[in-house]
Nanobody, 120 residues
Framework: VQVVESGGGLVQPGGSLRLSCVVSGSFFNIYVMGWYRQAPGKQRELVAAITSGDSANYADFVEGRFTISRDNAKNTMYLQMNSLKLEDTAVYYC???????????????WGQGTQVTVSS
């Protein structure tokens, strides 16, 4: 199983970015997908998560600026980030909670991360 993020980059404060995450390989089902981030010197934190039924939750710091979505048919998840702030600078990681086989244990798989830098 591979989890690959894309879409990071450098953006000015107030700008927007759209992150994507694709899960590939052999597995039975993806349940919850999520975005985490880790800024330099800080602990990794949850940004947003979404179930296979499109139920989403967000960290308080998102404050309505980000939107998480997923395309189950493409095993893909997105994070639309608007009104970006300096403090949003971090490496953003995608996670997929999935089972490899029917009735199998659900494990959390992580991507390698994509850098988001908000700077003027």
């Amino acid at each position: 199983v591979q989890v690959v993020e894309s879409g990071g980059g450098l953006v000015q404060p107030g700008g927007s970015l759209r992150l994507s995450c694709v899960v590939s390989g052999s597995f039975f089902n993806i349940y919850v997908m999520g975005w985490y981030r880790q800024a330099p010197g800080k602990q990794r934190e949850l940004v947003a998560a979404i179930t296979s039924g499109d139920s989403a939750n967000y960290a308080d710091f998102v404050e309505g600026r980000f939107t998480i979505s997923r395309d189950n048919a493409k095993n893909t998840m997105y994070l639309q980030m608007n009104s970006l702030k300096l403090e949003d600078t971090a490496v953003y990681y995608c996670t997929a909670d999935l089972s490899l086989r029917v009735g199998g244990r659900v494990g959390k798989y992580w991507g390698q991360g994509t850098q988001v830098t908000v700077s003027s």
